[in-house]
């Protein structure tokens, strides 16, 4: 689920990013805005973190990517178990006994601050946890999505049937996000997008049948 990349940050400059962190500050920052399709076109570094070390850190991973968060997970606190569509980079900050956790292979996977990006594949079904008693601080960066061709395209939404939407979240995250994150990668999704009425995609005509198996009791696909 891990792989260590080529690309790494200073630790001095990790340190140095953590301390200009609010420690009362527990939301999700982004350092970053989009240029184009959200999921498909490189982001560029907002204003207010130009020629700061938040910049400095996100010049190190030398590759295009997305959105790019400051991510904090406070002591004795965890995720709830999820897959994404998108694989990520992440870069810890800070952290004592935080690890991400492949709960598909059931396997654990120590953050340590030794300054190295890393890929996650964010198709298995996974969460983080910290077990320290210090804050968890990294850097979260979205791959970009592959932009397919498809053969036999068709169009599909995939809506809530139910009026808690949190509980629609869990369902599209525990199963659908998997399933569209190696439909990507295997050429068979593309034009994906988050709308009101929930999330819109293109895939191959053969594909659909395992997206409708995935669905479940909460969610509905529909033909657009």
Known sequence: MITKTNFSASVTDLELAVSTIDPEKIEKTVLNEPTGRYFYDTW???????????????????????????????????????????????????????????????????SSQDGRW????????????????????????????????????????????????????FAFDYKLSSMLNIGCKKGLVSNFDLTEDGPEFACEQSFVPKIEEALGNNLQLVHL
């Open 118 to 169: 890393y890929s996650m594949d964010t198709s298995r079904l996974h969460t983080a946890a910290n077990f320290g008693n210090r804050i968890r601080h990294q850097i979260v960066v979205r791959h970009l999505l592959p932009e397919n061709r498809l053969l036999s395209a068709v169009k599909i939404r995939i809506e809530s049937k139910i009026e808690d939407m949190d509980e629609a979240r």
């Open 44 to 110: 560029k570094i907002k204003p207010e973190y130009k020629d700061t070390v938040w910049e400095k850190l996100l010049s190190t991973l030398k590759t295009p990517h997305g959105e790019a968060r400051i991510v904090t997970l406070t002591s004795k606190t965890n995720y709830v178990a999820h897959s994404d569509i998108d694989d990520r980079y992440h870069l810890n900050l800070s952290g004592v006994l935080c690890y991400l956790i492949d709960i598909d292979h059931n396997e654990m996977h120590l």
